[in-house]
């Protein structure tokens, strides 16, 4: 596996336990731990693309 993908797979479980604990405190934490999720998911989704691409050519 590329290093990329294992990078993304250590750090996925990292920012659902994130998010998880942040549910278990405050309403605003939980909303900022989301959107820090969506952010750190859109990086991942944008890297792996762009991974496919220079792959494919």
Same mark, same amino acid.
């Given at each position: ?6 990078? /993304?797979?250590? &750090? *996925?479980? &990292?920012? %659902? &336990? *994130?998010? *998880?604990? =942040? !549910?278990? $405190?405050?309403?605003? $934490? #939980? @909303? %900022?731990? /989301? *959107? !820090?999720? %969506?952010? #750190?998911?859109?990086? /991942? @989704?944008? %890297?792996? /693309?762009? =991974?496919?691409?220079? #792959?494919?050519?």
């Amino acid at each position: 596996m590329p290093r990329l993908q294992v990078l /993304i797979w250590f &750090l *996925l479980p &990292l920012f %659902a &336990l *994130l998010a *998880l604990l =942040t !549910f278990a $405190g405050w309403v605003s $934490g #939980a @909303i %900022a731990a /989301i *959107l !820090f999720v %969506a952010l #750190a998911a859109l990086v /991942i @989704i944008v %890297a792996a /693309i762009a =991974t496919r691409q220079r #792959a494919q050519s």
